[in-house]
């Protein structure tokens, strides 16, 4: 079935270096991906999107990187701040039943020390 | 407001209660989902609205879950005859788009249900 998971559930990284969160994906079929951001008692906020024909999309201070031999996705946050810690999810559109939604992993938190 | 809104913030239900989660979207937005999110864990799909139509609710744990969204804006989950395994987050979202470019949800700050 389709699923979306990630390789660590904590991650611990010192202020000012950079951040990898990484992701595998099973529904090779999948052609839209997107990285939220969830903090302590909030929603989910949106960060940054990919589509399945891009391998590489930048932000500010993010990208998303995106590998489709090997059904990867990982999103890299330059200069870490204190105010990225939180748990950050992946999610792959689905479309089933004539219907798209997404369909999240279990998330990595990312911890921020000074 | 901008967001989306959801209330109540908190909900304690006593097990067997019935229970009722507000939605207000994001003014506009044709797509409104709903999910459930259990602690530690990523939200879970329950049911997806395109304007006043629930189109999609093949992820409804069970027939006790109910949800309506009668004028295409405001939107309500109901729960009946709560259950303890039913204590999670219940987000809301809402989308401007339809289609596959839906994934960029915008997500309320969920109503915690606790049922004791």
């Known amino acids: 079935g389709e699923s979306v998971g990630l390789h660590l559930p904590t991650l611990s990284v010192q202020e000012g270096d950079n951040s990898i969160i990484n992701c595998a994906y099973s529904?090779?079929?999948?052609?839209?991906f997107i990285w939220y951001k969830q903090e302590s008692g909030k929603g989910p906020q949106f960060i940054i999107d990919i589509r399945s024909n891009m391998d590489k999309r930048q932000g500010q201070r993010v990208t998303v990187l995106l590998n489709k031999t090997v059904k990867h996705l990982s999103l890299q946050i330059a200069a870490t701040q204190p105010g990225d810690s939180a748990v950050y999810f992946c999610?792959?559109?689905?479309?089933?039943?004539?219907?798209?939604?997404?369909?999240f992993g279990a998330g990595t938190r990312l911890a921020v020390h000074p | 407001g901008a967001g989306v809104s959801q209330s109540p913030r908190y909900k304690v239900a006593k097990r067997g209660q019935d229970v009722a989660l507000r939605c207000d979207p994001i003014?506009?937005?044709?797509?409104l989902f709903w999910y459930q999110q259990a602690l530690g864990q990523g939200p879970e799909f329950l049911t997806y609205f395109q304007n006043e139509a629930q189109l999609d609710k093949s992820g409804l744990p069970s027939d006790r879950f109910f949800a309506e969204r009668p004028e295409g804006s405001v939107s309500t989950l109901k729960i009946q005859r709560t259950q303890q395994e039913d204590s999670a987050v219940y987000l809301c979202?809402?989308?401007?788009?339809?289609?596959?470019?839906?994934?960029?949800?915008?997500f309320g700050s969920g109503t915690q249900l606790s049922v004791l």
């Open positions: 979202a809402s989308s401007g788009r339809t289609g596959t470019g839906v994934g960029k949800l915008f």
């Open positions: 999610a792959e559109n689905s479309f089933s039943g004539g219907y798209n939604k997404l369909i």
């Open positions: 529904n090779s079929a999948s052609d839209y």
């Open positions: 003014s506009g937005h044709v797509s």
